[in-house]
């Protein structure tokens, strides 16, 4: 088509009356196929001038707006002159979900709208599906964990029953049973998750809390615990005896990968948005594999674990707005790194 333009102004000066009308009837032809590919298109597309005008559509894009684009596109704000992409709910004439992906071309915008929700639902299924096999997981789980300290209680009571003093014996049932409790409060913490009860704070509190219940534990092992926390620490929202749940899990996991003695450094630190926490530990690290599916449950490495804790502590820190990382080098430490929004930050992002 390019091509042919080309060649018609090239020789237009020396084309007669019936040559310009045969060219006259190749154009019309070529328009109207390009018109009829326009009008086919189940996506809609619409071209917007320089200043956001509409300068043609095809009736999809109506179709798919419910109304005029020059109407329906004026109140989004599209970036003209700019390669963007959003989602947007109409409610008119039915309610759906369109993706609007804007492409510049020249001074002029390309706006491009797909109708996704049947995607969307799709997708929205297969999340469900996720969840129920979660807890179909957990389930199956807490079944096959809680046998072995079962077992090892009715062992305890059958050597109790032979001879009543046997302390030892009964030592070794009571410290199974607090397993099972353990293991039992973390399942139910896993499928029935308490919203939290945000208040203003300092992430250093429930952090001192923490230390402060397994400093014994630290000193068995012979660990050092160094915490760095900066005079200004800006606050944050926060479930302090959910947060402490947070560090107690993580500060365990990194207890539980130094075999003999180690260090553990704790830093905090906050730029203009966010407050941070990192905790390294010289345990014995993980490898991409290990790392790769390490927020899901029942994922451990150990004989006595539940594979809960970090999925649980990443499930409450997303329900304080915030995130959690992890990473790590085999045979040189771990670092979990949390991200929660300043206070103020969070009271704008809610409004
Ligand atoms: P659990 O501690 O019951 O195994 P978690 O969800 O707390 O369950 O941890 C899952 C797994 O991730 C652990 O079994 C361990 O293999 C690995 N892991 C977690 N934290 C660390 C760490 N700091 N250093 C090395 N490995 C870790
Ligand atoms: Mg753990």
């Known amino acids: 088509?390019?091509?042919?333009?080309?060649?018609?102004?090239?020789?237009?000066?020396?084309?007669?009356?019936?040559?310009?009308?045969?060219?006259?009837?190749?154009?019309?032809?070529?328009?109207?196929?390009?018109?009829?590919?326009?009008?086919?298109?189940?996506?809609?597309?619409?071209?917007?001038?320089?200043?956001g005008r509409v300068l043609q559509s095809n009736p999809a894009a109506k179709r798919l707006l419910g109304a005029e684009p020059a109407d329906?596109?004026?109140?989004?704000?599209?970036?003209?002159?700019?390669?963007?992409?959003?989602?947007?709910?109409?409610?008119?004439?039915?309610?759906?979900?369109?993706?609007?992906?804007?492409?510049?071309?020249?001074?002029?915008?390309?706006?491009?709208?797909?109708?996704i929700t049947a995607e969307k639902k799709r997708t929205e299924e297969q999340l469900r599906a996720g969840a129920t096999k979660a807890v179909c997981d957990l389930a199956a789980g807490i079944a096959h964990e809680i046998g072995n300290p079962l077992n090892a209680i009715a062992l305890s009571?059958?050597?109790?029953k032979r001879d009543p003093t046997d302390t030892e014996a009964i030592d070794t049932g009571l410290a199974q049973l607090k397993r099972l409790d353990g293991i039992i409060r973390d399942f139910l913490t896993a499928i029935r998750p308490r919203q939290p009860n945000l208040m203003p704070g300092s992430v250093a509190d429930p952090l001192k809390n923490c230390l402060a219940m397994l400093k014994q534990q630290f000193e068995e092992r012979r660990i050092t615990v160094t915490l760095?926390?900066?005079?200004?620490?800006?606050?944050?929202?926060?479930?302090?005896?959910?947060?402490?749940?947070?560090?107690?899990?993580?500060?365990?996991?990194?207890?539980?990968?130094?075999?003999?003695?180690?260090?553990?450094?704790?830093?905090?630190?906050s730029d203009d948005r966010n407050v941070f926490l990192?905790?390294?530990?010289?345990?014995?690290?993980?490898?991409?594999?290990?790392?790769a599916g390490l927020f899901e449950p029942y994922r451990t490495t150990k004989e006595k674990g539940t594979g809960l804790g970090l999925m649980i502590s990443k499930r409450i820190v997303t329900e304080h707005g915030g995130s959690i990382a992890a990473e790590s080098t085999p045979g040189e430490g771990t670092t979990f790194t949390l991200t929660l929004p300043r206070l103020e930050q969070r009271i704008r992002a809610l409004k």
Not at 19 to 32: S, T
Not at 75 to 82: A, N, S, T
Not at 93 to 102: A, G, M, N, Y
Not at 283 to 291: T, V
């Open 278 to 291: 990192s905790i390294r530990d010289s345990g014995r690290g993980m490898d991409a594999e290990q790392l």
């Open 72 to 115: 329906a596109l004026s109140d989004l704000g599209l970036p003209l002159g700019k390669s963007s992409s959003r989602e947007i709910e109409i409610s008119y004439p039915e309610d759906r979900i369109l993706e609007v992906q804007t492409i510049p071309f020249g001074s002029e915008t390309i706006v491009y709208l797909r109708d």
């Open 1 to 51: 088509m390019k091509d042919f333009f080309k060649g018609v102004r090239k020789h237009i000066d020396r084309l007669d009356a019936s040559h310009l009308r045969e060219q006259y009837k190749l154009v019309a032809d070529e328009l109207a196929s390009t018109d009829m590919f326009l009008h086919a298109l189940k996506e809609g597309l619409v071209r917007l001038d320089a200043d």
């Open 157 to 160: 009571l059958q050597l109790v």
């Open 228 to 269: 760095d926390v900066p005079a200004a620490l800006p606050n944050v929202a926060l479930d302090a005896e959910q947060m402490e749940q947070v560090f107690f899990n993580l500060l365990k996991n990194s207890l539980e990968a130094m075999a003999d003695g180690g260090t553990i450094v704790l830093a905090l630190g």
